[in-house]
């Protein structure tokens, strides 16, 4: 099994920055790709990045140029630095964690929510 655990979520106003952290515990391995995903108010759930083990990155288009995805496999940790936040980004952020052979996220956190507003 494997723990996600979700920081750094808040309020921020429009044009700030966020940075969330998801730390990872259990069987979780150096070559699972994790992602973040977002559910807003009334809408689905959607991916907001993706990175592999070898540090291949993928973005929604809403947030390319403006989101920036890590890892650092040592401390089993994954973030999501945000800029030029916007009040749609508004959203439950879940980190996740997919097995190399899964075609969809196996594990997911409890999320932390983002609120940008003025």
């Known amino acids: 099994q494997v723990q996600l655990a979700e920081s750094g979520g808040g309020l921020v106003q429009p044009g700030g920055s966020l940075r969330l952290s998801c730390a990872a515990s259990?069987?979780?391995?150096?070559?699972?790709?994790m992602g973040w995903h977002r559910q807003a108010p009334g809408k689905q759930r959607e991916l907001v990045a993706s990175i592999t083990s070898g540090g291949s990155t993928n973005y929604a288009d809403s947030v390319k140029g403006r989101f920036t995805i890590s890892r650092d496999n040592a401390k089993k940790t994954v973030y999501l630095q945000m800029n030029s936040l916007k009040p749609e980004d508004t959203a439950v952020y879940y980190c996740?964690?997919?097995?190399?052979?899964?075609?969809?996220?196996?594990?997911w956190g409890q999320g932390t929510q983002v609120t940008v507003s003025s």
């Open positions: 996740t964690a997919q097995r190399p052979w899964s075609r969809w996220p196996d594990y």
């Open positions: 259990g069987s979780i391995s150096s070559t699972d790709r």
